[in-house]
T-cell receptor
Framework: AQKITQTQPGMFVQEKEAVTLDCTYDTSDPSYGLFWYKQPSSGEMIFLIY??????QNATEGRYSLNFQKARKSANLVISASQLGDSAMYFC??????????????FGQGTRLTINP | EAGVVQSPRYKIIEKKQPVAFWCNPISGHNTLYWYLQNLGQGPELLIRYENEEAVDDSQLPKDRFSAERLKGVDSTLKIQPAELGDSAVYLC?????????????FGPGTRLTVL
């Protein structure tokens, strides 16, 4: 079973609009971390934001926020006031903490975001 | 602070040739990872080091792939011999420790093309 599911292969958004990238995850481990990365065409994976399973509040980092709904196993990335430079591939990833062999970071398939001027 | 450094950025080789990739992690990061990223997909872990020890190499195809991390700093990933299906991006990442809350920082990757 897929541990991380990103259902939007591609999204097109007008500049300055807010955008939400969907991510759902599957785990029975009570301890886990959720990460979002941005991968521009240059290829480097850029860390954006982190949410821990025990965190009470949604994580925020500048224009990025994470809409964490634990009961629904959802960790959507929200980008406010989108910019042309936000055009890239976005990956959601999870790392489980307790089970043996579950220490690796597992990525979703990604969502390609295109910001139109 | 310098990020994760990888070289080369691009490599084109003939099948059956050997190839090696080098990674220098962020200073002070004890944990180092090698990932494989096929076109249009998310990265997949090949091997994880904590200091000099390979603590998770279950996804590394050991018949042709090898890796080392001498002195717990730089690391080299080798493929010998390369096959057409090895064409992909090889990403190196590092983190302070290896816990589930620990953020991994990635290098720019090496894009390998096997002809």
């Amino acid at each position: 079973a897929q541990k991380i599911t990103q259902t939007q292969p591609g999204m097109f958004v007008q500049e300055k609009e807010a955008v939400t990238l969907d991510c759902t995850y599957d785990t029975s481990d009570p301890s886990y971390g959720l990460f979002w990365y941005k991968q521009p065409s240059s290829g480097e994976m850029i860390f954006l934001i982190y949410q821990g399973s025990y965190d009470q509040q949604n994580a925020t980092e500048g224009r990025y926020s994470l809409n964490f709904q634990k009961a629904r196993k959802s960790a959507n990335l929200v980008i406010s006031a989108s910019q042309l430079g936000d055009s890239a591939m976005y990956f959601c990833a999870m790392r489980e903490g307790t089970f043996e062999g579950a220490q690796k970071l597992v990525f979703g398939q990604g969502t390609r975001l295109t910001i139109n001027p | 602070e310098a990020g994760v450094v990888q070289s080369p950025r691009y490599k084109i080789i003939e099948k059956k040739q050997p190839v090696a990739f080098w990674c220098n992690p962020i200073s002070g990061h004890n944990t180092l990872y090698w990932y494989l990223q096929n076109l249009g997909q998310g990265p997949e872990l090949l091997i994880r080091y904590e200091n000099e020890e390979a603590v998770d190499d279950s996804q590394l195809p050991k018949d042709r792939f090898s890796a080392e991390r001498l002195k717990g700093v730089d690391s080299t990933l080798k493929i010998q011999p390369a096959e057409l299906g090895d064409s992909a991006v090889y990403l190196c990442a590092s983190s302070l420790r290896g816990g589930y809350t620990d953020t991994q920082y990635f290098g720019p990757g090496t894009r390998l093309t096997v002809l």
